[in-house]
Nanobody, 124 residues
């Protein structure tokens, strides 16, 4: 069964950190690019960061998270991580990971599989 499962969300104070995980099953990260999206209430979903498969290593970030978020992958664990530091209230959203069979990652477009999302709330 092809599946993506996000974890690691929660409530954190401004300036704090969280690490999100996206664990995939039923397919390998060797051939799939992974993108993290987020959607805040009343706002459109936006691509936050993405990572290409190993060997075509490339990462991308939206401007608002550059220098604060870091995406990485552990192919042995079939998991992609999103380390989020210096969190701000405007980072509050449901975070989703999505997979597309491609050697190059993008922050938008069509995706083959989606996870169910994990809530991140940044508040004092």
């Amino acid at each position: 069964q092809l599946q993506l499962v996000e974890s690691g969300g929660g409530l954190v104070q401004p300036g704090g950190s969280l690490r999100l995980s996206c664990t995939v099953s039923g397919f390998t990260l060797d051939y799939y690019a992974i993108t993290w999206f987020r959607q805040a209430p009343g706002k459109e979903r936006e691509g936050v960061s993405c990572i290409s498969p190993r060997g075509y290593y490339r990462t991308r970030y939206i401007e608002s998270v550059k220098g604060r978020f870091t995406i990485s992958s552990d192919n042995a664990k079939n998991t992609v991580y999103l380390q989020m530091n210096s969190l701000k209230p405007e980072d509050t959203a449901v975070y989703y990971c999505a997979a597309v069979r491609s050697y190059f990652c993008e922050l938008s477009g069509s995706f083959d599989y989606w996870g169910q999302g994990t809530q991140v709330t940044v508040s004092s």
